[in-house]
């Protein structure tokens, strides 16, 4: 297959994954929270979308989005199949530090959450000041 080496952006390139993206994970959000619901009789859609899982939601949406644009781009013959999965693996190192920093960064919240440390710390406060003083000699030493 001959692929173009004259980049030609066309909008439709980023329009159709973009709302393929927005469409599947609220047709997805919609059928889980109303899954989730059961078989009420009168449910709403921000009834459902309250009670869904949007993570799954959205990771499915992200996929579906994903393996539209790999399918999208070659088929133009804008860049070919091997390209495609190289920009994604580049994109997926690209994005793995930030991630890890948001994950470390919840673990430490939830870890600090079930030490109660937001109790110690009020009740640091609240404590005369010979034992402050002795705090901030562990602490800082």
């Not at 993570?55 to 070919?80: D, E, F, H, M, Y």
């Amino acid at each position: 297959a001959v692929v173009s080496t004259q980049s030609t952006g066309r909008w439709y390139n980023a329009i159709i994954p973009l709302l393929t993206l927005i469409i599947v994970s609220i047709i997805r959000m919609y059928y889980d929270g109303k899954e989730k619901l059961g078989s009420t009789a009168t449910v709403g859609f921000l009834d459902c979308i309250s009670m869904c899982d949007s993570i799954n939601s959205l990771i499915i949406g992200t996929t579906t989005a994903l393996l539209l644009t790999i399918i999208l781009i070659p088929v133009q013959r804008i860049k070919s199949l091997s390209k495609c999965l190289e920009h994604f693996v580049t994109g997926v190192q690209g994005m793995s530090e930030p991630c890890m920093i948001l994950i470390l960064a919840w673990s430490l919240g939830l870890a600090m959450n079930d030490i109660h440390t937001s109790e110690y710390i009020a009740m640091g406060e609240q404590c005369d000041t010979k034992m402050r003083q002795n705090l901030r000699t562990l602490t800082y030493n």
